[in-house]
């Protein structure tokens, strides 16, 4: 009860964030080839523009967590050489009230039927970060955990694939039907070192997955 009273603190004030506008980075979504070169997002793929903005909270000023694309961390990318990679990393304990993640911007009313990235292994999988923070119109926040997705090899050595079903009932709590709207989602990031089974307190995400979009990297690179 406790872990969920936290998270549920970090959702409301990330909700919070958004609505003032506290992010300002806009990320580049792939849209031919996705960073693996494999195709992107499949036919059902909806017509949709998607960004990331990465964002640090950290109101007591700890200095503890990080958020930001970074170059050559990523998967190779067929539009540059610049293989961006999401970095998430706590550098302290979990109950510090401090997190990093990324806001998505025009997904809100959307509906949803697949959430993802791809994950360089040997970083945080735990089953409250990273994780995706998705509140619906009927002011619902659903917390869906690294933890719970399904895994899958990529080409690529070191990195594995990670899809959620929104409306499984083991992978988001509570699930979200497909008939339900979109407000905003979040990846939030506030598992710190204390956190195993790894304790390393970091991830490195890529190839960010709404709907089968894939948002790669910040700008256009």
């Known amino acids: 009860m406790r872990r969920y009273s936290f998270a549920l603190t970090i959702a409301v004030l990330l909700v919070a964030m958004m609505t003032i506008g506290a992010v300002a980075v806009a990320a580049r979504v792939s849209t031919g080839t996705q960073r693996d070169g494999a195709p992107n997002g499949g036919p ?23 958020g930001d694309w970074v170059r050559h961390l990523g998967l190779p990318d067929t539009q540059s050489d610049q293989r961006f ?5 706590k550098n302290g304990t979990t109950p510090t009230n401090a997190s990093a993640g990324v806001v998505f911007h025009g997904v809100k009313g959307i509906h949803l039927a697949e959430l993802g990235y791809d994950l360089r292994m040997g970083g945080h999988c735990g089953a409250g970060a990273p994780r995706f923070n998705v509140v619906t119109t009927d002011e619902v926040t659903h917390f869906i955990g690294c933890a719970s997705g399904t895994r899958t090899a990529t080409s690529n050595p070191g990195w594995e694939r990670v899809r959620f ?3 499984s009932v083991t992978q988001a709590f509570p699930p979200i039907s497909p008939s339900e709207t979109v407000e ?12 195993g089974p790894d304790h390393s307190g970091m991830v490195v995400l890529d190839n960010l997955d709404i709907n089968g979009v894939l948002i790669g990297g910040p700008g256009d690179h």
């Open 44 to 66: 059902n793929a909806p017509d949709k523009h998607f960004t990331a903005s990465p964002f640090e909270f950290d109101p007591t000023h700890s200095g503890i967590v990080v």
């Open 85 to 89: 990679g999401l970095l998430l990393s």
């Open 165 to 167: 079903s929104p409306t």
């Open 184 to 195: 905003s989602i979040a990846i939030v990031f506030d598992e710190g070192t204390d956190t």
